[in-house]
């Protein structure tokens, strides 16, 4: 066994963005007698924004030089059929940490569906490309690190903007770095290192490119439509792992202005921008 | 995010009430589908309808301005700053607020030609509206989960928020303007001059 070079990175990604962080200085407090100000400098969670926003910048020179062209052309090579096929496929691989999150956050009935699908999809469904267990009744589900530690009472931490990576936070991030390491893929190399190694790598690229091509239409509605892009997507992550940590089919039935950590909680939430 | 201290929590509701006076009724769950309903059916007969692209625009325009509630939307999203404008900067907020959400809303529906939509599984209440869960499916694309919050405002029931995939359009609009607001230096008026920048964007691209 050989481990690969990406769970190495994830933790020395997580020190670099830090310790940047750190030296690049914080956004500035609005002042102490302004309540309402304060307020919503706390509820916006993103003290070190100056430092994210020049990744973010440093983000978007990437991604209009690279990852949206080779997402537009992902989607205009291949028909839509072959794409699902290839995000069906890129999902089963998935399976195994999904099962593991599940079964940590002791949701057993997921963790039943997310072994169905597996089993069904890697045999019946051809090695994960046809999702034939949704017919089945067993429809898919997401479930990461990040998510079980928030469910184990872990906070999110400031806002992170990761190049590449997008909006996260350090408990998703560390999550995200547990996810590779805890991915049996990662570590079996079926008696062909090298050759793991390259497969690691191409699954690594095509997720990438796979993602991005899911993101076309609501990334460039967000870029057309919104007059800080940067602001958008810091409030629409937040929102969206709020409601992927509680598990919860639709909208999350928060007041209108409360968002909380997703989880069931009686206690009064402050608004959340 | 994190379950902040009470006292916080408790003035920032009393904040919001201030803010926002009782316009908002609790509103009845299968009323709320049903007005959810009729509108999407109007929505989607304008959406696939025959005329040209502009006059589907504009029949879309139409049904969002009887169906929304635009004030009460635009008022919740300015939240605080709302105190801080004069007089004259919440009109001109106001009338521009009500053009960029009904522009964006129509363009971005403009595009769902082939749209088909259904009333999804759950309908749930909340504390004072209805979130009425739909699925709307277009040609090519996967079917995409969208919830309405509904409202009854004035003896109507109203839309107050659309949110699609469990991102609320009124809470990161809220965010975008508060950024916009606080990178300017708190001042109201840059927002009314970037959202002036985008209506001109946006009925230029419109063509017309």
Known sequence: MRPSLLPRLAPAA???VLTGAALS??????????????????ATNDPIEPWNRAMYDVHQAIDTAVLRPVAVGYRAVLPQPVRTGISNFLSNLRSPVVAMNDALQGETQRFGETLGRFLLNSTLGVGGF???????????????FGQTFAVAG?????YLFIPILGPSNPRDLLGFGVGIAADPLTWLTFG??????????ARAGVTVVSTREGLLDALDDVQRSSLDPYATLRSAYRQQRAREIANTPGATPAAPQGLGTGLPDSTPRSPQP | MIARRTLLAAGAALAMARAFPASAQPVDTARAAAFIQATGQELVAAINGRGAVAQ???QVAAILRRAVDVEGVGRFIL???????????????????????????SARFGEY????????RSQQRTEDDALVNTVVERPNAAPVSLDWRVSEVGGQPRIVDLIAEGTSLRLTTRSEYASVIGRNGGRVSALLDAMRQQVAQLSSREGG
């Open chain 1, 14 to 16: 997580l020190a670099l």
């Open chain 2, 113 to 120: 030609q082939g749209v088909r939509f259904s009333l999804g």
């Open chain 2, 79 to 105: 939240g605080r700053y709302l105190r801080q404008a004069t007089p004259d900067e919440q009109a001109q907020y106001m009338r521009l607020f009500e053009e960029v959400l009904i522009r964006n809303l």
């Open chain 1, 25 to 42: 200085g914080c956004a500035t407090r609005p002042p102490a007698d302004d309540r309402e100000a304060q307020e919503e400098f706390r």
């Open chain 1, 130 to 144: 046809i999702d034939v267990a949704r017919d089945f009744g067993l429809p898919p589900h997401t479930e990461d």
């Open chain 2, 56 to 58: 589907r625009r504009d």
């Open chain 1, 154 to 158: 872990v906070e999110e931490g400031p």
């Open chain 1, 192 to 201: 062909h290192p090298d050759a793991m190694d390259i497969a690691n790598y």
